[in-house]
């Protein structure tokens, strides 16, 4: 099967950088999809690798190591707004196994 | 172009009942894909439907079915409903190749309560 390990909960401060980790567990994959979800509402994708190494977007950058099964996902610049959950997803053939997700309270 | 929109937004049903889901994909997008989400266990993936097929199941008894119409729309049924099932299901939907589901836009859900 799969499975993915995400921590439960981060807290940062408003400007500050914030590294948010995922480990997994899998027989294959294509790649690691990131998404962001706020309280009450629908999860939007923030990033995807489906190849080792940095994916840069804007604040947000995604890694992934398959030779560690890691990836990351980085916040910069932490707004108050960046106050969500992070799921990281292992895309599978046609679905993708999201992680538990990972809650960040930014603070002033 | 529109979003993804599921209907009803929130339902509440009684043990033993069924209900019905509905999911209207962005238009274009050819992979429709179901997902339960609870405090608990995350996003939970149902099934996926590509082309009116089903191509992925996840791990649900068969009392969740779903289908998917030739317009790309698609629906998902719960039979003999239980209080466990109470949960946000979101529905989202890609363009449809294999590797191209990394990115999927969801709906706002449907919030489910059964009492």
């Known amino acids: 099967g799969q499975s993915l390990e995400q921590p439960s909960e981060v807290t940062a401060v408003e400007g500050a950088i914030v590294q948010i980790n995922c480990t997994y567990q899998?027989?294959?994959?294509?790649?690691l999809s990131w998404y962001q979800q706020h309280d009450g509402g629908a999860p939007t994708f923030l990033s995807y690798n489906g190849l080792d190494g940095l994916e840069e977007t804007g604040r947000f950058s995604s890694f992934l190591s398959r030779s560690d099964s890691y990836g990351y996902l980085l916040l910069q610049e932490l707004q108050m707004k960046d106050s969500a959950s992070y799921f990281c997803a292992l895309l599978s053939t046609n679905k993708l196994i999201f992680g538990t997700g990972t809650l960040l309270a930014v603070q002033p | 172009k529109a979003g993804v929109t599921q209907t009803p937004r929130y339902l509440i049903k009684t043990r033993g009942q069924q209900v019905t889901l509905s999911c209207s994909p962005i238009?274009?997008?050819?992979?429709v894909s179901w997902y339960q989400q609870t405090p608990g266990q995350g996003l939970q993936f149902l099934f996926e439907?590509?082309?009116?097929?089903?191509?992925n199941k996840g791990n649900f008894p068969g009392r969740f079915s779903g289908r998917q119409f030739s317009n790309s729309r698609s629906e998902m049924n719960v039979s003999t409903l239980e209080l466990g099932d109470s949960a946000l299901y979101l529905c989202a939907s890609s363009l449809g190749g294999t590797q191209s589901s990394y990115e999927q836009y969801f709906g706002p859900g449907t919030r489910l309560t059964v009492t």
């Open positions: 899998t027989s294959g994959f294509y790649g």
């Open positions: 439907y590509f082309s009116e097929t089903q191509r």
């Open positions: 238009s274009g997008h050819r992979s």
